[in-house]
């Protein structure tokens, strides 16, 4: 009787390094709300994170994230401050990717709350949350530290 286990062989991944950029946008209103998209999980309910995307040609990851914002919030925004990155790793076909997002403090200067713009079609909802509700509401640990980084520097400039 062969008592053997099976051997279970690890695929080979192939590293692919992305990055993205994006972040909290104030409300022009000066209200402190943030605008937070919706995103459906595999599980169908909807999971509230910041608005990013990957650069488009030679942008800068400032111009990423102005326009991902635009596209994924409706959104017309400046960049207040940087907020630092979160670097991160997961699994994806046969690849296996390191992700570096870049995050910043940002205030709308015009625009209306939309997903109609998000050619992706990633965000099925954006909403206008308080600042005191932020924390609990993002779905991601790395997004809701960085969501405090952002609640003192507003608190800061008050």
């Not at 940002?106 to 005191?132: C, I, K, S, Y």
């Not at 609990?136 to 520097?153: F, P, Q, S, V």
Request: charged share 25%; with cysteine; glycine share 8%.
């Amino acid at each position: 009787m062969n008592s053997a286990k099976p051997r279970h062989y690890a695929r080979n991944l192939v590293r692919v390094s992305e990055t993205s950029a994006g972040g909290f946008v104030l409300a022009g209103d000066g209200s402190n709300r943030i605008a937070l998209i919706g995103r459906e999980n595999r599980s169908g309910r909807i999971d509230w994170c910041v608005p990013k995307g990957h650069p488009e040609g030679d942008e800068t990851i400032e111009q990423a994230a102005i326009r991902e914002i635009a596209e994924e919030t409706g959104l017309e925004v400046e960049i207040l401050q940087s907020l630092g990155s979160i670097n991160y790793e997961f699994a994806a076909g046969n690849k296996l990717i390191s992700k570096t997002v870049h995050h910043f403090l940002m205030r709308q200067l015009g625009g209306d709350l939309t997903v109609e713009n998000d050619p992706q079609h990633e965000a099925v909802d954006v909403q206008w949350f308080a600042l005191e509700n932020l924390v609990d509401t993002l779905a991601h640990e790395n997004e809701r530290r960085l969501a405090k980084t952002a609640i003192e520097w507003i608190e800061q400039q008050r």
